[in-house]
């Protein structure tokens, strides 16, 4: 369990968290209607900030989850919080949640399981957050290289081909694995071995589901289809 006095930051992410899953929804709904008055430069614009916002988003939720009360030890947040990159602090977290339980499972479990959220937690979580970094130090559509000493071809083209149903689906993907880990970390011996499988095979299921998910897709679905409602 963390210290007491780190209760209050606990809350303050709580709060975080749910004001940007309100934000989420909002420009989600500007992007959507935007979409539907084929406003080009709205659809653009909007959709850069939404990427922004799903990895500072991400970034608060990882911080909910390692504070999560009756989960970690003090000193594992603190190990945690010393990594020097997000990816080795999402990592850290991965393998310290699995300690408690070690000694109940069999050989090769925890070496599975640790594997198979490392590699959802580089694509999803790590290689998204390199766009964002982009967008947050102005490269809102041209992209350069580390040093800043010539253009990154491939980062711009990720950059435009940005869209509303790629970033929804990482916020998806991000609050079911968010559960998974926060599982493990709280129950380890008992919520863990009873929802893991499930969560797992539930969150697995939507990656693959969603995997080709695009905009003319989305203009398909029934809510794109209804008519929109101008204020008199």
Known sequence: MPDSNTHDFYKAYVKN???????????????????????SNTVNIQTK???????TYSESS???????????EQKYINEILRQNSI??????T???????FTSYSKGSEVPNKTLELKKIIHQFIISPSVIRNKIAHGQI?????????SLNKNL??????????????LFKINKSLISIIEDIIESPQKGHYNNYYKQIQELNDFIRNSENWDLNSK??????????????
Not at 62 to 72: H, V
């Open 17 to 39: 968290v749910n004001d940007f899953l309100i934000a989420e929804k909002e420009i989600k709904r500007i992007i959507n209607r935007a979409i539907k008055e084929k406003k």
């Open 49 to 55: 900030l939404y990427a922004l916002l799903y990895s």
């Open 62 to 72: 990882f911080m909910k989850m390692i504070l999560t009360p009756y989960g970690f």
């Open 87 to 92: 990816q080795e602090k999402w990592y850290k």
């Open 94 to 100: 991965v393998e310290l949640a699995f300690l408690n």
């Open 141 to 149: 559509s041209v992209a350069l290289n580390s040093s800043n000493t």
């Open 156 to 169: 711009t083209q990720e950059i435009e081909d940005l869209n509303v149903v790629k970033i929804f689906r």
């Open 219 to 232: 203009l398909k679905t029934k809510s794109m289809s209804k008519k929109i409602i101008r204020e008199k």
